[in-house]
């Protein structure tokens, strides 16, 4: 039977996180490590994965039942796409997918997002459904929030569309950003983050601290607002600057942790224009610009205080048939 391959970029927050679950913008950018997913259609009506990745091997239910009841947690997300695809556009048969990941789970590139958008993208194709991308992109994060309840969207945006992305919480706005080159210096800090947990503590003190914490959403939008000027104008030194603001808020709004401001600190110390976390924060990623002549000190200098420099590629394209 016909298979299909597709595949999506990773993602990492420039700018605007936690700010832009309410109502205001980030800048992303999709990265060059990409989740590939392979679907082909079977004649029995089952829905069949391998996800070794996350440790999933030979899953198998029936196709009616996608979505429903229990799910193994490395195929919700798989599963869930494909309940929701087949909601819309009813298939006769069953589906055998594979998903294989250029990078792990546990960096926080949004792992998850990308799989959701190469399934949907996939079954598009597959069953000649001609969808958009921004249909894609709508179905995708439909899914991305029955299954976590919460989030912008913004890494189902990166997986869709690729390149650098001025967008807005649930995909207002999503207005790709004319660059070429991204010099990104991208440090991982060796713990595991979960994002709802983090959205729920900053939940916290938002119920109890309303206007500061408003405040400090404000503050962070106008970052992102300047943070797309000086990226357009390739002012690395004054995006550097803006990342560096942006680290002080997420820090107020307690996300940061001892561990990435170490990392973070060694950074700026060793020459770079400006550091911040990237994502929920309480661990993951961190990243920093620099001018070229002082990127080696400063990759040296993330390894030495405890982070493991991550070779990527910004501003790459988005999801795509291979
Ligand atoms: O943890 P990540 O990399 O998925 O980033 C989360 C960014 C948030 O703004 C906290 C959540 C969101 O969906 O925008």
Known sequence: MRSITVS??????LLGEHSVVYNRPCIVTAVGQ???????KTKDEFFELNAPDV?????????????????EKGAKFAELAVANFINKFPIAGGLKMKTKSEFSSQFGFGSSSASTVCVIKALSELFNKGLS?????????KTVLDIQGKGSGFDVAAAVFGGTLYFWTGGKIIKPLSIKHLPLIVGYSGVKADTVTLINQVKEKADKYPQVIEGIYDQIQILVDEGKKALLKKDWESLGEIMNFNQGYLA??????KKLADIIYAARENGAYGAKLSGAGGGDCMICLAPEE???????????????????????????VE
């Open 8 to 13: 999506a970029p990773g993602k990492l927050m």
């Open 34 to 40: 990409r989740m590939f997913v392979t679907v082909e």
């Open 55 to 71: 440790n999933v091997r030979d899953y198998r239910r029936p196709i009616s039942e996608t979505g429903n009841g229990e799910i």
């Open 133 to 141: 991308d921004k249909q894609i992109f709508d179905l995708a994060y």
């Open 252 to 257: 107020s709004l307690g996300v940061s942790t």
């Open 294 to 320: 002082k990127i080696k000190s400063v990759k040296k200098a993330i390894e030495d205080a405890g982070g493991k420099v991550i070779e990527i590629k910004a501003n790459e394209e988005g999801v795509r």
